[in-house]
């Protein structure tokens, strides 16, 4: 089983499936995992076969990495399309997430104009006022729900404490459609139990949910790099055009990342 963790707090640019060059922000440390889901399928390891021993890196350090990087790129001629939080587990459970959020706005409106700023997150932390709101105000804000139901939620996605899938959904809605929803798909089994959540039981009552969250974008994708077990497998392109299809009839954009 291989894992990648990520440099903290700034790396890339990376080349991205789904947003294009990106510089990554990592708020967690970078030897180790910190997250409120342990999904069978992280790129980054399990959260307990990655437990870090640094802390998170401060407001203030992370801002000053990201101008010194943005400016080194600036020199080079390049120019990310997106600043990412992303890296290793949930971004916004990084204490001063939003204080953070609005430093990072701010360095792209100075620096990189034309950058968006983006949030990778399993949106577990929703529910906190000033979360919302920190990721109401970036500019695409890209929402993990792999299903709506709330016992493969338990089963793959696995959080790591209480999870109000109800509550979560409403707050989707309230993003008013300037939300993106990303979703995972694959085949396979997990400790002897299927992870198949490709098929009509799993993705009809997904779609029936988007329709009522209408976000301004879909993006669904399957693994891409090693994962934790080799009994999880890739959903084929096939199948991924299949669920895209129900998207697109729903009258949503979507997006497909094989």
Known sequence: MSTILYPSPIFGPVNSRR???SLGINLLPPEGKICSFDCVYCECGLNAENRPKFSMPTCDYVLERLE???????????????????????????????KIVHGVIELRNRLLPKA?????TNATHLLKPEIFRALRSIDTPLLKLD????????RVDRPTSFYDLPALLNLMKKFD??????????????????VDNTTDEYVLPWVNTLKTIKPRLVTIYTLDREAPSQTLLKASEKKLRRIAAYVTAAGIPVTVSI
């Open 116 to 120: 968006s700023v983006c949030c990778l």
């Open 68 to 98: 010194e990087r943005i400016n080194e790129l600036i020199n080079l001629g390049r120019y990310p399309q997106a600043i990412t939080f992303s890296g290793n587990g949930e971004p916004t459970g990084h204490p001063d997430f939003p």
């Open 19 to 21: 947003l294009g060059l």
């Open 147 to 154: 299903t709506v139901s709330a016992e493969y939620i338990a």
């Open 177 to 194: 459609g300037r939300c993106v929803i990303q979703t995972m798909f694959m085949t396979g089994f997990w400790k002897g139990q299927s």
